[in-house]
């Protein structure tokens, strides 16, 4: 169990990159939007610091999917939501990072 992700929380990239969190559900938390998978497409990752373009590397920019952290019980408006245990990886990475929360941004709705 886990507790549930909101556009309060926190999202980073493994490069010490934040991505600007969105969501677009009906659920929300204390007035806060619960986030789901069907809104990773719309967040977009600044301040990665993978930038050695010696090596043909390229900041992380936005998510490309997510790998784990889904609720498998909670839907909303038929995607899951996710939760603070959120794995995900970044599109533009070169090579593909990790991408995962540092916090939910609520601690009163969790779920499985």
């Keep these: 169990m886990g507790m549930v992700l909101t556009e309060d929380g926190t999202v980073k990239c493994g490069h010490g990159g934040s991505a600007s969190l969105s969501g677009t559900g009906k659920l929300s938390v204390g007035g806060v939007p ?29 998510l490309l999917s997510v790998v784990g952290g889904e609720s498998s019980k909670l839907f909303v408006e038929g995607s899951p939501v996710l939760l603070e245990n959120l794995s995900a990886l970044s599109a533009e990475g070169k090579p593909l990072n990790d991408v995962s929360a540092a916090g939910a941004g609520q601690n009163k709705l969790s779920s499985t």
């Design 34 to 62: 619960v986030l789901r998978t069907a809104d990773i497409g719309s967040w977009s990752i600044t301040g990665c610091g993978q930038t050695n373009t010696d090596k043909s590397q390229v900041p992380c920019a936005t």
